[in-house]
């Protein structure tokens, strides 16, 4: 578990990434709607490993390229905006937990269950 000061440090860097990937102008990276998800920093704030969720995802290979390359602008931008030691690097990772979570519902959507129905034939019986 994160100590306080992390996980407010995580929130920063998530609250500024967010504003951050709007301006990258690489139409690789503005693909669709970006949402930062997550940060995980390590303790010495060397590295930060940053969970993207992108709604209307075209070309997953092109968008990381996108983000790799403009990573080391992200981090300059980053370390300006916030006062840290050291800024940390940026290890990006696609989140596919609302990919996963539509899908699921899709799954129990079609499975054409009916409570009602099957109350009534019992109370019939």
Known sequence: MASNKLA????DIQFALSKLITEV???RV?????????VETTGDLRY?????SVLGLKN?????????????WLRHELGQRMALRYTPE???EL???????????ELINSLNISG?????EEKEA
């Open 90 to 92: 940026l290890v990006f």
């Open 8 to 11: 407010r440090t995580n929130d």
């Open 25 to 27: 102008k690489d139409p």
């Open 95 to 105: 989140d596919r937990s609302i990919e996963y979570g539509a899908h699921i519902n």
């Open 60 to 72: 997953e290979k092109d968008f990381m390229k996108g983000l790799r390359s403009a990573g080391g």
């Open 116 to 120: 009602d129905d099957g109350e009534t």
């Open 30 to 38: 503005q693909q669709g709607m970006i949402s930062v998800t997550r």
């Open 48 to 52: 930060a490993k940053v969970w993207l």
